[in-house]
């Protein structure tokens, strides 16, 4: 859906801004909002680019800098940590030949690490795009990858 | 021991997407009975059966419900904080993936004893499928008359707007969530004025957490007496517990207050996983403190928790067994909170940073006494001067740790006693 539709469906009031950011970004292969797109939406929403930017710096989800179609997010925190016998991060990492951070060079994954994703009862666990993968052992994260890479 | 699942009665026995299974299952009664009663009547039985909220910090919700009724603005908000972003906490993902419409319910019965009219659900990014499930639910209710005008014959009217968050924790700050629902960075503000006065837009809100909202309901069937009679004194009523980490039954557990950390982590959670020793407990989350398993006879009510200087309410119980080393342990904590601090305030920004840096000497061993000292003066500031309670309370673990493993942190120093 191009950007102009998006703006359509929500009403013209600047407390509309992280819905649009976050359908926006899901919309792109890219996953990230780049400055004329902020421009765009600042003139839409009647507020100044600079607070655009502010949220886009803010929020975890939001990229500024293009990033794989894929986002992949591990969770690094203590729940996680506890039961991960061996190591989800290194696993996704070693698979896809990328460190955290980094996109790979087809642009297909960008890996992360996220803050809990409140499925501790279920981990160790990784979010990617909006899907949840829990339970996970080194054997099925290279499967879910592998699936997604085709 | 065994579990007593009021507030959670619902969930797994119905479906949650289905509104006439909710009906089926004594849904929307309470709402029927609080429209039948006078606003001030539905704060006296939230009052008589002493519910206290369900985030953590334990505020009397009818002291909250009378702030907000008593203002006179014609617009006001009922806000749901189901921004579970602590970690080791998935209660309110469980309730509102497994029984949407009680969470509505209890908003809507709030809403007509505080005279609002608009609500706002908001949920953080990560929640996907409970981001799903509130909208159809909300969607549904709409259609079947239990929101919008007029709702079940009356002059009652209340919407609700799902929202949802993007990635931040400390949005579920009360006025970090507000600032969020603007449409802007979620950094706090400056109390008072508090929500209650000044909150969304600059009108009267009132915010509690989903457990809060689905306990509503509940109190109404039952009455405020009956449900002050479950628990303890201080403390009525059930908690959700969030069982994690290294135990052999994880999940969520309903237990009347009172019962002691121990018997959730051996009778509902099994004991410690693979029959390992229990090393320590972090409770409420990352702002939470870590206990040693000598103190898991403690109850759990929220008097014997203020001992911490925390709010620790939440309901996280994560097991860490012996092969875990504390200061590694430790150094995840800050970490989270280095990177999830809004950086409004000094002591939260600056001191999170430095904390990272310190437990990071103790790691390698090149603490002294006075890095000892240090640590323990920087996150006594910090809990004492940060402007919210995220700045507050993500100290609470390393003043746990340096009073109950503070052998721990002197085996780290090579000469203790200079």
Same mark, same amino acid.
């Given at each position: ?8 469906? /929500? ?33 839409? @929403? ?8 502010? !949220? ?7 990229? %500024? ?15 996680? /940590? ?14 896809? =030949?990328?460190?955290? =951070?980094?996109? +790979? ?5 960008? !890996? #992360? ?16 795009? =909006? ?20 | ?13 119905? $479906? ?21 009663? %006078? ?21 009397? %919700? ?7 009724? !008593? ?9 749901? $904080?189901?921004? #579970? ?15 949407? /419409? ?14 609002? *009219? ?6 953080? =990014? ?16 709409? *259609? ?39 449409? *802007? ?53 059930? *908690? ?89 342990? @430790? ?20 001191? $999170? ?42 100290? +609470? ?22």
């Amino acid at each position: 859906m191009p950007l102009k539709d998006i703006l359509g469906n /929500h009403p013209r009031t600047p407390d509309s801004l992280i819905g649009i950011l976050l359908e926006l970004q899901a919309e792109k292969d890219r996953n990230c909002v780049t400055e004329e797109e902020a421009r765009e939406i600042a003139l839409h @929403l009647g507020i100044t680019e600079s607070r655009v930017c502010a !949220v886009l710096a803010f929020y975890s989800f939001f990229s %500024t800098k293009p990033r794989g179609k894929h986002v992949i997010r591990v969770c690094k925190d203590v729940p996680c /940590h506890v039961v991960d016998t061996f190591d989800v991060l290194r696993t996704v990492e070693d698979f896809l =030949g990328v460190k955290a =951070g980094e996109t +790979t060079a087809n642009r297909k994954f960008t !890996v #992360e690490t996220t803050s809990c994703l409140g499925c501790c009862d279920k981990g160790p666990a990784m979010r990617i795009d =909006g899907d949840l993968y829990v339970d996970l052992t080194a054997e099925r994260i290279r499967q879910i990858l592998a699936d997604i890479r085709g | 021991m065994s579990e007593l699942r009021i507030v959670t009665k619902r969930c797994g026995q119905i $479906n949650p997407l289905s509104i006439d299974d909710f009906l089926a299952h004594e849904g929307y009664l309470a709402l029927e009975k609080a429209l039948a009663m %006078t606003g001030p009547a539905v704060i006296d039985e939230v009052k008589t059966a002493y519910l206290r909220g369900r985030g953590g910090a334990g505020f009397p %919700t009818a002291t909250k419900m009378m702030s907000l009724a !008593v203002e006179s603005d014609p617009v006001k908000y009922v806000v749901c $904080n189901g921004d #579970e972003g602590e970690p080791g906490n998935f209660k309110d993902r469980y309730l509102m993936e497994n029984d949407p /419409h009680m969470i509505l319910e209890g908003m809507a019965i709030v809403a007509h004893a505080t005279g609002a *009219k608009n609500g706002f659900l908001y949920i953080r =990014g990560e929640y996907d499928l409970a981001l799903k499930t509130m909208k159809w639910a909300v969607e549904q209710a709409r *259609k079947r008359g239990y929101l919008g005008r007029q709702i079940l014959g009356t002059s009652f009217e209340f919407d609700v707007e799902v929202r949802s968050g993007a990635g931040s924790y400390v949005c579920g700050e009360e006025f970090a969530l507000i600032e969020s629902i603007e449409g *802007k960075p979620g950094r706090t503000r400056v109390k008072p004025p508090f929500p209650t006065q000044k909150g969304i837009f600059g009108k009267p809100t009132s915010i509690s957490n989903v457990e809060t909202f689905a306990n509503v309901p509940v109190i109404l069937a039952m009455t405020g007496k009956e449900y002050a009679k479950i628990g303890t004194k201080s403390s009525t009523g059930t *908690k959700l517990l969030c069982l994690s980490g290294n135990v052999r039954n994880r999940g969520v557990f309903e237990v009347p207050f009172g019962r002691s950390i121990r018997s959730v982590i051996d009778d509902l959670g099994g004991g410690a996983a693979g029959d390992r020793k229990i090393r320590m407990v972090q409770l409420g989350g990352a702002c939470g403190p870590i206990i040693p398993p000598f103190m898991l006879d403690m109850t759990i009510d929220y008097e014997r928790f203020e001992e911490f200087e925390s709010k620790t309410g939440a309901g996280a119980i994560i097991v860490i067994d012996d092969r875990f080393d504390l200061f590694q342990i @430790l150094l995840r904590i800050v970490r989270f909170f280095a990177h999830e601090s809004c950086g409004k305030c000094v002591p939260c920004r600056e001191g $999170n940073a430095q904390l990272e840096l310190m437990i990071a000497k103790f790691i390698d061993r090149r603490a002294t006494m006075a890095d000892l000292v240090s640590l323990e003066s920087l996150a006594r500031v910090m809990h004492q001067t940060s402007l919210c309670g995220l700045g507050q309370t993500c100290p +609470t673990s390393i003043i746990a740790a340096l009073r109950y493993f503070r052998e721990d942190f002197l085996d780290r120093i090579e000469y203790p006693g200079l």
